[in-house]
Antibody, heavy 117, light 112 residues
């Protein structure tokens, strides 16, 4: 069955960087687009970024554009999110999700990123 | 950006009774390919979101048939025919018709 396991979260100071990873298994990773979605503590869901199956098409939310970079390694069945210039408002649980034709059928358990001095 | 507005934000329901959540988008969610990419997700306490409904009314694999979705254009509804204890959580609508994808604020379903 589909498994998505995020890692790389933690405590980082404002202005710092962090790289999140999402290890995928149970499906042909290279066939599916992927997304990152985040959820600030006690808040709702916010879409962060999208990457097509080949990696050739990428979109970002305005709130992270220019600071975050999504990428994937289809040979390693892995999705990444490089987060630079982190701010307090980036504090959230970050979920990776598998996409399918306009919806997100599978989600990981999430990894918590805390930006604080 | 497309704004998704859910009502109500909180829904206390008696076990066995129906519940209904409305989701309105600020513009039509009909994609140029003719599909409407409106989905509903459930998030139980302490859990990641889980897909319930996609393309307005299609139940995802394993979702009980007491959940149903309807609507068109800019107005959509999620209905639970008879609420069970395991349905407690927050429900989100989400549009993937246009980037940036956007979510509703969430509707908390709790037992009265």
């Amino acid at each position: 069955q589909v498994q998505l396991v995020e890692s790389g979260g933690g405590l980082v100071k404002p202005g710092g960087s962090l790289r999140l990873s999402c290890a995928a298994s149970g499906f042909t990773f290279s066939d599916y687009y992927m997304s990152w979605i985040r959820q600030a503590p006690g808040k709702g869901l916010e879409w962060v970024s999208y990457i097509s199956s080949s990696g050739s098409t990428i979109y970002y939310a305005d709130s992270v554009k220019g600071r975050f970079t999504i990428s994937r390694d289809n040979a390693k069945n892995s999705l990444y999110l490089q987060m630079n210039s982190l701010r307090a408002e980036d504090t959230a649980v970050y979920y990776c999700a598998r996409g399918s034709s306009g919806w997100l059928p599978d989600w990981g358990q999430g990894t918590l990123v805390t930006v604080s001095s | 950006d497309i704004v998704m507005t859910q009502t109500p934000l909180s829904s206390p329901v008696t076990l066995g009774q129906p519940a209904s959540i409305s989701c309105r988008s600020s513009q039509s969610l009909v994609h140029s390919d003719g599909n409407t990419y409106l989905s509903w997700l459930q998030q139980r306490p302490g859990q990641p979101p889980r897909l319930l409904i996609y393309k307005i009314s299609n139940r995802f694999s394993g979702v009980p048939d007491r959940f149903s979705g309807s609507g068109a254009g800019t107005d959509f509804t999620l209905k639970i025919s008879r609420v069970e204890a395991e349905d407690v959580g927050v429900y989100y609508c989400m549009q993937a018709t246009q980037f940036p994808w956007t979510f509703g604020q969430g509707t908390k379903v709790e037992i009265k």
